[in-house]
């Protein structure tokens, strides 16, 4: 077995690793900074393989670690050469890290996303009163026409998604200690949305969000989780100063956001 | 397994891979991950959203550490 380690999640030094009898593997392991620990597993060698099923497993695991004590999850392929390099990593971000545990470390989020309940055309674009007559495609001015009509079309759909949110989001804010919404990112998803909230409140949230569903009628409202808060950890580089992961973040989001749009 | 239930299936295994792939805590890295016998820098889980023909479009040309433009191209 190499040296190299796959990290899982961030924990407080004292919490327990859960038991290869609780699925767990037995090769799960800590490496400590002071008060914190990473959870890890040796890897085989330093190309690690990205697949569905490591996926999955990775994220079993951080439920798995959760049920033991707070924990923060890590982003899957975090990968070091040895434990030293990982101990190095939490000692540079060791404060924030501290915080962030604290902050989150017991906390769940909840996924929301609604999709437009209307028909769409065949171009993918919402069929309602709010589209008007296309403009001739073939000429400069005809397309440049059709390109302000869209552009329209979407601030429309967006301030109708923005009213429909407003509507959700004042029923389920309450059991919530933080929340993230994306209105519109796509022509058929109106809205997608991450509720953070204390563990003891999901069932609170899930009646709710129950009810408030057969009020927006033009929508279709899919709740997924409880998951750990990925969502809501402060991404931090290595002096603590808060970073911003676009870039590839963006390109991922649009990823995940077109094959929602193939759920229809 | 219905028609509605698969979707509620892959909704969920969609909002997984959303939050797997590119949240939670960054604490970077420095092994490379592999696909299919191609060394890639960092890009997690996303590569396995794109064809499989592309794939050795998403290997870095030496000194090129983001692939964004490659996968929005």
New interface residues.
């Given amino acids: 077995m190499g040296s ?1 380690c796959c ?1 899982y999640a ?1 924990t407080a030094g004292s919490t327990p690793l859960p038991a290869a009898s609780r699925g767990a593997p037995a090769s799960l392991t800590t490496v400590a900074w002071r008060e914190l620990a ?1 959870v890890t597993a040796p ?1 085989s060698d ?7 099923r490591a ?2 497993h ?2 079993a695991i951080v439920e798995a670690v959760r049920k033991e004590g707070p924990a ?10 040895d434990e030293a ?2 101990a190095s ?2 000692a540079a ?1 060791y404060e924030p ?1 501290v915080a ?1 545990l604290d902050r989150l470390g017991d906390k769940v989020e909840l ?1 929301l ?1 609604a999709l437009w309940g209307e028909p769409l055309s065949d171009d993918g674009r919402v069929v309602s009163q709010l589209e008007g007559p296309l403009a001739d495609e073939q000429s400069g001015a005809g397309y440049l026409l059709a390109r302000a009509a869209e552009e329209r079309h979407h601030d429309a759909m967006k301030e109708h998604a923005r009213t429909l949110a407003h509507e959700l989001d004042q029923v389920l804010r309450r059991f919530a200690c933080g929340r993230r919404v994306r209105l519109a990112p796509t022509p058929r998803v109106a809205m997608r949305a991450a509720y953070l909230l204390d563990a003891s409140r999901v069932g609170d949230f899930q009646s709710a969000f129950e009810s408030a569903r057969r009020s927006v009628r033009e929508l279709r409202v ?1 709740m ?2 409880p ?2 808060p ?2 809501f ?1 402060r ?1 931090t580089d ?1 002096h603590g100063a808060t ?1 911003m ?1 676009g ?10 956001d ?3 749009e193939r ?2 | 397994m219905s028609e509605t239930g698969s979707q509620v299936q892959n909704a969920t295994l969609l909002d997984l891979l959303d939050r797997v792939i590119d949240r939670g805590v960054i604490l970077a890295g420095d092994v490379t991950l592999s696909v299919a016998d191609v060394d890639l820098l960092y890009l997690g889980l996303r590569v396995l959203l794109v064809p499989v023909e592309r794939l050795p479009d998403l290997v870095n040309p030496p000194g090129q550490t983001d692939c964004s433009e490659v996968l929005c191209g």
């Fill in positions: 190299a990290v961030i990473a890897m330093d190309r690690a393989p990205v697949t569905m996926v999955l990775h994220e923060l999850p890590v982003r899957f392929g975090t990968m070091f050469r390099s990982v990593a939490i971000r890290l962030e996924s996303t899919l997924t989780g998951w750990p990925y969502s950890v991404q290595a970073a992961v870039g590839i973040a963006g390109v991922a989001q649009r990823l995940a077109a094959m929602r759920l229809g």
